[in-house]
């Protein structure tokens, strides 16, 4: 892995640069390679590029064991047309390699092939981050790895989820960890730290005693944050409200709960005023009235919410309630006053 410690030297606002140090500290083995392809690049002057190249990297893709143009151009064979095995040995491989690379621009760093973002000719991309404007939330995450090997005993970062690139049995940044930290197999490997973007989340690190299986649950929870239930309304808001409602600190409960979501109603926040005079509409309450001052609508907001059970989220996204539908558990176990229980 790279040494990206010097970027923390340019020019820049201490903000900033405690922005680049977060990031870096915990910078995974594939955000590394293709960091590498865009300092290449394009060497960042000062740390406003820095930053933007570090949001952009989503924007590359990596092709393992491509690390030349004879690798690159079997690469390109194996997983990107029919060409039979047999015929292989009878390509002129780096030849493919070189027209590979004409037709994706990328460069080689270490034993992977790392393609630039595509881009129309002449277009100039737009910056993600400038400076003057608000730092921007690494947020495309769902759990965070810190791995360690015999051969690597300092550890390597895996973030997740992770980018599928050809028929794999893993992604392509599992397999890069793999790599660099010299084994095959995720139980021959130490956890030695965990973060999860979900805050409610607890220490990972003592509700996994297998590697594989936080895999799993990571990559499920990093699907769930992507897809925001199937387009729900206010999933982000409604689910972390869940998750507080339930207390929860346990990421299988995490999933049970982004899984569950109707079983709990939720209220757009829009203060117990707003909610006084969605009902008073709903009961045909003439307008005049309602806006004529007369009429408490914060109390008797209040008054709604209290005696139907809401409670007000701490994200200040609404008001959330637990209904009488049933709970189905799929991720964690359920304690003995859970199991059939459903509340309201």
């Keep these: ?54 949001q952009t990297l989503d924007g590359y893709t990596v092709r393992p064991d491509a690390g030349s143009y004879a690798a690159l151009g079997q690469y390109h064979l194996h997983w990107g047309t029919n060409m039979p095995k047999a015929a292989m040995d009878f390509v002129d491989l780096a030849a493919v390699g070189q027209k590979y690379e004409d037709k994706h621009p990328g460069l080689f760093v270490g034993s992977c092939y790392v393609e630039y973002p595509e881009q129309f000719p002449g277009e100039i991309p737009k910056p993600v981050y400038q400076r003057g404007g608000l730092l921007p939330e690494d947020g495309r995450w ?36 793999l790599d660099a930290l010299h084994i095959q197999r995720w139980d021959e490997c130490d956890l030695l730290e965990a973060q999860c973007i979900l805050p409610e989340i607890g220490d990972l690190t003592r509700q996994y005693d297998n590697v594989a299986d936080l895999l799993h649950d990571g990559t499920e929870l990093g699907i769930v944050l992507e897809q925001k239930g199937q387009g729900m309304a206010h999933f982000t808001e409604r689910f972390t409200a869940a998750l507080e409602l339930e207390g929860c600190h346990d990421l299988r409960l995490a999933l049970d709960v982004s899984q569950n979501l109707r079983c709990y109603d939720w209220i757009p ?57 049933e709970f189905h558990y799929q991720f964690s176990t359920p304690t003995p006053e859970q199991s059939g229980m459903t509340m309201q």
């Design 269 to 325: 926040f829009d203060g117990p005023e707003g909610y006084a005079v969605q009902r008073l509409r709903g009961d045909n309450v003439p307008e005049e009235l309602i806006h004529s001052g007369d009429i408490d609508l914060n109390g008797y907001g209040q008054h709604l919410l209290d005696e139907q059970g809401y409670l007000p989220a701490s994200n200040d996204g609404g008001y959330i309630r637990r209904n009488s539908k």
């Design 142 to 177: 769902s759990v965070k790895l810190k791995l360690a090997s015999p051969a690597v005993p300092e550890g390597v970062w895996l973030r997740l989820p992770g980018e599928y690139n050809g028929d794999f049995d893993c992604t392509v940044d599992e397999a890069l960890v």
């Design 1 to 54: 892995m790279a040494d990206f410690d010097y970027l923390l030297t340019l020019p820049g606002e201490d903000r900033e640069r405690h922005w680049l140090q977060e990031r870096l500290e915990t910078l995974s083995v594939r955000e590394g390679i293709t960091l590498s392809a865009a300092i290449q690049r394009t060497q960042p002057e000062d740390m406003e590029q820095a930053i933007d190249c570090l």
